[in-house]
């Protein structure tokens, strides 16, 4: 997953973004139309670049599952794991010292309580959160943008690596042997779904580029395929303790010497 942070002055956002560029949700945008921005912002002497910011943050898969599967309770939730990630990402600009007037965030959850956290790390700062904030202000649309070109770009090596390393191509059943890309990672995109279905290992499910704790990937696990593992229950019973393991087993023998009784009792060659 990748999250990003997009700044300029304040009286630019709208002619700039809006006007000029026609920044939108990056999901009503082309990918060709994302492209020619990104590449606007990334080119030297155009007016994106010289006026305007960006940064993003990414997550691996791995490492959201890994978060979000931790034993014991300690459990690290994709919203909890997205808003660090947005406050991190707004303090590295602030730390550049850019002067941050006004900040407009796209909702995780409910926007109340989610303003009302990050209005507690920026207490000086005008905070706006909102349901659909990357088609409402042009600054979130243009950090959408930014994340959404980056994921896909990562997405696309990705895919690259995993099949010059031996990775099974997708087929579909009407045209056999025509390539299918792995898709956008979403439940709902049909070429996920089949290379989901058609790559899963029984046991080992998929490698670093699934995320585990997805419900799509954890369904297909338990109910399509998968085999079931049984893992031992621990010995609640035991009362064992670190120190029976020190504790003297009997009186020192009578003819031991001080100092091998004091490190433990010598053994005779019968114990081999």
């Not at 939108?24 to 994302?34: F, H, I, M």
């Not at 006026?51 to 014991?72: E, H, Q, Y």
């Not at 409910?110 to 209005?119: C, F, N």
């Not at 954890?218 to 019973?237: H, R, S, Y």
Request: proline share 5%; charged share 20%; net charge negative.
């Amino acid at each position: 997953m990748v999250y990003g942070v997009f700044y300029l002055p304040i009286p630019q956002s709208e002619p700039l973004l809006k006007s000029a560029h026609h920044f939108d949700d990056s999901k009503v945008l082309t990918p060709a139309v994302r492209s020619s921005l990104m590449e606007s912002l990334c080119t030297a002497d155009t007016d994106l670049h010289d006026t305007c910011g960006w940064a993003i943050s990414s997550l691996s898969a791995r490492d959201i599952g890994a978060n979000m599967m931790r034993p014991n309770g300690a459990t690290y939730n994709l919203n909890a794991q997205a808003m660090d990630a947005t406050a991190v990402l707004i303090q590295g600009v602030m730390a550049r010292g850019v002067n941050v007037r006004e900040i407009y965030v796209d909702t995780i959850g409910q926007p109340a309580s989610y303003q009302k956290r990050l209005e507690r790390i920026f207490p000086t700062v005008m905070i706006t959160v909102a349901k659909k904030a990357d088609s409402l202000y042009p600054c979130v649309s243009a950090a959408s943008v930014c994340a959404k070109v980056t994921r896909d770009a990562a997405l696309e090596v990705l895919y690259q690596a995993w099949a010059q390393n031996g990775g099974k191509q997708n087929t579909d059943g009407g045209d056999q042997g025509k390539a299918l890309f792995w898709g956008s990672g979403y439940p709902s995109d049909a070429r996920c779904v089949a290379w989901l279905k058609q790559n899963m290992h029984p046991v080992f499910g998929w490698g670093p580029e699934c995320r585990f704790s997805w419900g799509t990937a954890k369904d297909m696990l338990e109910t399509k395929g998968g085999v079931k593992i049984e893992w031992p229950a621990d010995d609640d019973d035991s009362t064992s303790h670190l120190t029976d393991f020190f504790a003297a087993s009997g009186g020192r023998e009578k003819d031991a010497d001080e100092l091998g009784t004091w490190f433990g009792t010598p053994a005779g060659l019968e114990a081999f």
